[in-house]
């Protein structure tokens, strides 16, 4: 049953964040936190972001102004590698514990 709840959240909340932009993060990973621990949550919540903008430039990707979308994207994906990097040494937690549960 918490597999279908998540589940309806997800689909939910990205439908949702598709016309206003933003907030899949801030509205799924405490939705994911309710089930999962802390990191598979936030690894969790990445994965479906990943997903639901890869559906969005499948979607809508043809209109959008792709020198505006590079000014935005590459910085941002750089600084989502940093932040995902700098989890382990500033969360107290390893892959190791991470692969283990």
């Known amino acids: 049953m918490g597999y279908v709840v998540i589940c309806l959240v997800a689909l939910f ?24 621990p802390l990191p598979v949550a936030i690894a969790a919540t990445a994965v479906v972001h990943l997903a639901n903008n ?21 910085p941002g994906a750089v600084a989502a590698m940093i932040g995902a990097a700098l989890l382990s ?6 892959t190791d514990l991470l692969l283990s549960r």
């Open 13 to 36: 909340v990205s439908a949702l964040t598709l016309f206003s932009g933003f907030g899949l993060g801030t509205l799924l990973m405490p939705a994911f936190a309710l089930f999962f």
């Open 89 to 94: 040494p500033f969360g107290g937690c390893s």
């Open 54 to 74: 890869i559906f969005k430039v499948i979607l809508v990707g043809k209109k959008a102004d792709w020198g505006v979308v590079l000014r935005f994207a590459l």
